[in-house]
């Protein structure tokens, strides 16, 4: 699906006293089957924006476009745009209505008008795809999981769906590490599989910067960065501007090149920045200088 959004303004509760602008004018343009991160502090307007995505909001001004059709509109075209955008949510408990983990999971499909056999199949494909047994939780009610647990039945809702953009809010939070890599490894390879769109809002840049090629950072309801992810996410600047502490690789291969090391900026993540630094240090041993190769003179 292609994705175009322009000068999108949102403003909660306007005319209040609470008035809020989460939204400034944003412009931008999503080809099928992009992977991008959404990064940015908390309250830059991440969520907001992704629910213009979803066509869950209507805009302040401005548009957002599913293949030329505004998404928000209460047409059947829109309405077919809609339910091929898969959001799931920042906080899981949102969005679980359902008393069993299967009808939550049916939920959707059941939507869709399928027949039983074929809900079913959806239901168990969708589960296994974010690790949970379906017969271990089939009959489980949704409420009285843990918190990552809700998170997974959901991502399993939306993935039911069989959405062409699947848009994932903080998908890794209340995941142990295990959790998390297995969870970012099924992901990526659903989409490399399906070939959808894939955005994921995060400030963990190191988990977006496994999944995505392209990063869109937003700062106060304003695009302030948007390109390649291992340009961006290798510079410690962006991740010190975001307030956060950027990954040890980074920090060495700031000081690396600081002190003159020919490393090139992008070179992310940790094992190419090791190859790199073995590269280097190969051909500084061969025009003789290995020795005199120090971090920092
Ligand atoms: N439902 C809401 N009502 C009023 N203000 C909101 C609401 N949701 C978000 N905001 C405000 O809009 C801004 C952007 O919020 P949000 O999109 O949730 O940012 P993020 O996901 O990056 O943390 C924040 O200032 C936030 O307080
Ligand atoms: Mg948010």
Redesign the pocket.
């Known amino acids: 699906m292609h994705i175009r959004i322009e000068g999108l303004t949102h403003v909660?509760?306007p005319r209040t006293p609470?008035e809020?602008?989460?939204?400034r004018g944003i412009n931008l343009k999503f080809a099928p089957g992009e992977r991008v991160g959404i990064l940015?502090?908390?309250?830059?307007?991440?969520?907001?924006?992704i629910?213009h995505i979803a066509g869950l909001l209507k805009p302040t001004a401005g548009q957002v476009l599913l293949d030329g059709i505004p998404a928000h509109a209460s047409t059947a075209e829109a309405r077919a745009r809609r339910r091929q955008v898969g959001l799931a949510f920042?906080y899981p408990e949102q969005q679980i209505f359902e008393a069993t983990v299967f009808r939550e999971v049916a939920f959707g499909p059941r939507n869709l008008r399928l027949d039983e056999a074929e809900v079913a199949r959806r239901v168990r494909w969708a589960l296994e795809m974010v690790g949970m047994n379906p017969e271990e939780y089939g009959e489980r009610v949704p409420f009285a999981l843990s918190g990552g647990e809700m998170r997974r039945v959901v991502l399993a809702s939306v993935l039911a769906m069989r959405p062409r953009v699947l848009i994932l809010?903080e998908p890794t939070a209340g995941l142990d590490p295990q959790g998390r890599e297995d969870l970012l490894a099924r992901l990526d390879a659903w989409q490399r599989e399906t070939g959808a769109t894939l955005m994921v809002?995060s400030h963990h840049l190191d988990e977006t910067a496994r999944l995505v090629d392209r990063v869109i950072v937003?700062w106060e309801?304003r695009v302030v960065a948007d390109g390649p992810a291992r340009a961006l996410l290798g510079d410690g600047c962006l991740w010190r501007s975001l307030g956060l502490v950027p990954p040890p690789e980074v920090t060495l291969l700031e000081a690396l090149r600081q002190a003159g090391w020919p490393l090139s900026p992008d070179c992310w993540p940790r094992e190419e920045l090791a190859r790199e630094i073995v590269r280097a240090w190969r051909e500084r041993a061969g025009s003789g200088k290995a020795g005199s190769v120090g971090l920092f003179g």
């Open positions: 909660y509760a609470a809020r602008v989460a939204l940015g502090p908390t309250g830059s307007g991440k969520s907001t924006l629910q920042q809010d809002v937003l309801g």
